[in-house]
């Protein structure tokens, strides 16, 4: 997930920084490199925290939706899926 994010997360700090007009950003004094070592930290710390809460709070639950048929419900692992209208097997 960290590398899923790495670069939606490092644009948001980028234009935080254009929008601030340089008050939090990442680039030198030049403004030539990514080198400022504090903005660096808070990105680094922001992307592995959005990482971690996609992954407790939405992957494990669409990992299991979809491992679950997806919205019929159904779990593969069961065997065909079954209508309401079926009568059971005799013993």
């Not at 007009?21 to 004094?29: D, E, H, K, L, P």
């Amino acid at each position: 997930e960290v590398y899923l994010f790495q670069y939606p997360v490092h644009e948001i700090f980028v234009a935080a920084g254009d929008l601030s007009m340089g008050a939090f950003t990442m680039r030198n004094a030049a403004g030539t490199h990514n080198t400022n070592s504090c903005g660096f930290v808070v990105f680094f710390l922001t992307l592995w925290l959005v990482s971690g809460l996609y992954s407790a709070r939405v992957e494990r639950h669409l990992v299991n939706w979809l491992r679950g048929d997806g919205p019929r419900g159904h779990d593969r692992r069961d065997g065909p899926a079954r209508s309401g209208a079926e009568e059971p097997r005799p013993k």
